[in-house]
């Protein structure tokens, strides 16, 4: 499959690629400053641009099969998948997988996390933002599945994760980036979840 990757230069996004790369899928990854991504493999291939850019971004899109976007920067985070969606309309591609934080899954049947009385301030803007990006997926005609993610972990993992949809499995505190990477590309070759935000935890 010929899959490319926005926000590949971070903790999770490396780890995506790399797994993307070891199960024989070819990688193009859009990235601002190619310096940070030091991985080199012959089938990835790095792009300097700005995810916010929609032509950059339809310019990279062409030609591929599926879209994972790791993206995690307050200010990228729903300007960029604005942009990707855009990008996908015009190259015909419909299948994306992408990340976001726990906050918009629910809390219970009429409350989502983030708007529950304990919910950490700190994480209110950004999670405002992701769940613009939800908003955005939704109304979209792709075939889009959000993987929403505890704090992760930068350990190895143990191979394995729960996923839930619309909420964080039981008792799920954190995930290492290694597991959550497993699950976005067995999402992305399974299709298991499409349509639907997945709680994945340990």
């Known amino acids: 499959m010929r899959i490319v990757f926005f926000g590949a230069a971070g903790g999770l996004g490396d780890r995506v690629v790399a797994e993307a790369l070891d199960r024989g899928h070819t990688a193009t990854a859009l990235v ?50 604005s942009s990707i969606l855009a990008g996908m309309r015009a190259a015909g591609v419909r299948r994306i997988v992408a990340v976001s934080a726990d906050g918009i899954l629910q809390e219970d049947a009429e409350m989502l996390r983030r708007d529950a009385p304990d919910f950490p301030p700190a994480l209110r803007a950004i999670s405002a933002e992701y769940l613009r990006a939800y908003e955005l997926l939704q109304a979209s005609n792709t ?34 980036q290694a597991d959550a990477a497993l699950f976005l590309l067995d999402e992305l070759e399974s299709g298991a979840f499409i349509g639907s935000r997945v709680g994945i935890a340990e």
Do not use: F, K
């Open 143 to 176: 075939r889009w599945t959000l993987a929403c993610l505890p704090p992760l972990t930068p350990s190895e993992g143990s191979g394995g994760y729960r996923a839930e949809r619309d909420y964080l499995p039981e008792g799920g505190t954190q995930i290492s």
């Open 32 to 81: 601002s400053n190619p310096a940070c991504l030091t991985m080199r493999h012959m089938r990835l291939t790095v792009v300097a641009g700005d995810v916010r850019d929609p032509q950059a971004v339809a310019t990279v899109i062409a030609g591929q099969d599926a879209v994972i976007t790791c993206i995690d920067d307050l200010d990228m985070i729903s300007a960029g998948m």
